[in-house]
């Protein structure tokens, strides 16, 4: 895949913080070191944010920050003509997608394919060949705030994948650790209410990741 966090790689696990709805939260996040800011675009998501002002975002962080656009559901018109609106960089899909409509997408922007645990092992095969596609572990609930049960998971996670699932700053360590996950990905246990992220629970989680060896 067309590496959609393009820092420098760290010795542990990269850093992507979700349901980014400001300007000032991306901000502060990538000040704080985040290699990528996902904004969901879902119109169910509590954490729903328009083009416009994911597109200022973006143009806030700049290009050595991913920006990525999430979706659920959502039809190809409606996905590439929202990316490229507000300046996304990767596109993360969720739901049950077929395979035709995701290596549709991979053809314009480097995706993210969200698969729950008991997807994984010949659903993630499919993908194990295909670069422009990296695979991500998520809750089966996106967004809630439940942590995933880690030691399941050592057998089945893929190499390379991202790692999503009520992680925060008091546990990723030891999420790093059991999976050794590509990048981590929070939402819901770094804010001060849903959509308006804490600074300094932002802050103690990318300390955290930073401070972890795999």
Wanted: aromatic residues 6%.
């Amino acid at each position: 895949m067309a590496d959609p966090t393009p820092h420098t790689p760290h010795p542990t696990a990269r850093i992507k913080i979700c349901g980014t709805t400001s300007v000032e939260d991306a901000v502060q996040a990538a000040q704080a070191g985040a290699d990528a800011l996902g904004f969901i675009f879902a119109p169910i998501s509590k954490r729903l944010v328009s083009p416009q002002v994911a597109r200022a975002a973006s143009l806030s962080v700049g290009p050595a920050v991913s920006r990525v656009g999430v979706f659920l559901d959502q039809g190809l018109d409606e996905v590439l003509r929202t990316a490229e609106a507000a300046r996304m960089s990767a596109v993360q899909l969720h739901g049950p997608l077929s395979d035709i409509f995701v290596r549709a997408v991979a053809d314009f922007y480097p995706v993210l394919r969200v698969l729950r645990p008991a997807d994984l092992g010949a659903r993630a095969e499919v993908w194990a060949s295909v670069p422009t596609v990296t695979l991500m572990v998520d809750a089966p609930q996106p967004g809630g705030g439940v942590p995933l049960d880690w030691e399941s998971l050592r057998e089945t996670f893929p190499a390379g994948a991202w790692l999503a699932g009520g992680l925060g700053p008091w546990n990723v360590a030891g999420a790093i650790r059991v999976l050794q996950p590509a990048c981590v990905d929070a939402v819901s246990q770094l804010e001060a209410r849903p959509g308006v992220k804490d600074p300094a629970k932002v802050a103690a989680f990318i300390g955290a990741v930073r401070a972890t060896s795999p």
